[in-house]
């Protein structure tokens, strides 16, 4: 079993920066791919990106590309999501998310965090 606490959510304004942190604790962090999923209002949940367990690898989706970031700390068992450049369509509540090595999909998810960006 995983437990991912997300945190760094928060209002900005348009242009602005935001960090996100996502802390895992109980199983080994290093042996899971880490990935960032948000919901804006209204909306399905999407895909953000993703991290390998060594963090040697990410993959964004190609609309955030640029923008947003994704890094880990596996001494730290957290693995963050810098995003730049905030835009309102970037208001959501976003979710970290782990998937065991070789496994499909995502077996452990945060809680979320909310994001708003004002115009």
């Known amino acids: 079993q995983v437990q991912l606490v997300e945190s760094g959510g928060g209002l900005v304004q348009a242009g602005g920066s935001l960090r996100l942190s996502c802390v895992a604790s109980?199983?080994?962090?290093?042996?899971?791919?880490m990935g960032w999923f948000r919901q804006p209002p209204g909306k399905e949940r999407e895909f953000v990106g993703r991290?390998?367990?060594?963090?040697?690898?990410?993959y964004y989706v190609d609309s955030l590309k640029g923008r947003f970031s994704i890094s880990r700390d596996n001494a730290k068992n957290t693995v963050y999501l810098q995003m730049n450049s905030l835009k309102p369509e970037d208001t959501a509540v976003y979710y970290c998310?782990?998937?065991?090595?070789?496994?499909?999909?995502?077996?452990?998810w945060g809680q979320g965090t909310q994001v708003t960006v004002s115009s």
């Open positions: 998310a782990a998937a065991i090595i070789g496994g499909t999909g995502y077996d452990y």
């Open positions: 109980g199983r080994p962090f290093s042996r899971y791919r």
């Open positions: 991290i390998t367990s060594n963090g040697s690898t990410t």
